[in-house]
């Protein structure tokens, strides 16, 4: 059964964000992707007077919402950048749209969180059940897939337990090779959105920690 989204509400160019308990904000659109932002990354997907962020959301049809400054995931420095959109081609070109303001921190301040012209740092965060599929059976697909990009792909360990544990996705290589490994990340989150505690991690904040146990009907 197709999980049903009101796309009128909770538009992040109205009224505030509504958020709910324990680091969540609501999710309605289909589709959705996670960023960790370190400060200079942050500040660059906002940009001046917020003009940046309100250009990816009229070009791409998504939206976008960063965690408060003191709202960091667990053991980094970064806030939570979610995404959600319409379809899996419109966060494709947000993921695009990253990767190029990660390009700009990089050429104009390089460093151990965005990287260095040529060589940029990304993390992306997904639900175990997902990175399944980005490793695949022996690991065939994770280095079919650092082979293809050319880029450095290393996988945290879950964040609990469950198929929506969260799990930190490292990516370091140049523009396109982090394009290509995002578009991948992007198609294998989505397979699962309609596992029944996808919308929990969807909606978490903080760190995804969720066990088979907590399951929401769809909605």
């Known amino acids: 059964m197709k999980r049903q989204f009101e796309s009128g509400k909770g538009d992040d160019d109205g009224p505030p964000r509504q958020r709910r308990r324990g680091g969540r904000s609501a999710v309605d659109m289909p589709c959705v992707l996670k960023f960790l932002c370190p400060e200079a990354l942050a500040s ?16 791409t049809g998504a939206k976008l919402g960063l965690t408060d400054h003191h709202e960091r995931y667990p053991d980094t420095d970064d806030r939570v950048l979610t995404c959600q959109g319409p379809s899996v081609d419109a966060l494709a070109e947000v993921a695009v749209q990253i990767v190029s303001k990660v390009a700009e921190c990089a050429q104009q301040t390089p460093s151990d969180a965005v990287g260095e012209v040529g060589q940029l740092r990304l993390r992306t965060l997904m639900p175990k059940a997902a990175v399944g599929g980005i490793i695949g059976r022996g690991g065939a697909a994770i280095k079919q897939l650092r082979e293809a990009s050319g880029a450095k792909v290393n996988i945290a360990d879950p964040n609990g337990q469950g198929p929506g544990a969260e799990q930190v996705i490292s990516l370091a290589g140049s523009e396109e090779a982090l394009e290509f490994c995002l578009a991948e990340i992007n198609r294998q989150v989505q397979a699962v959105s309609e596992e029944p505690w996808w919308l929990d991690w969807a909606e978490a904040e903080n760190n995804g920690n969720f066990g088979i146990g907590s399951q929401r009907a769809p909605r």
């Open 44 to 59: 660059a997907v906002i940009g001046k007077g917020g003009a940046a962020i309100k250009q990816i959301r009229e070009q």
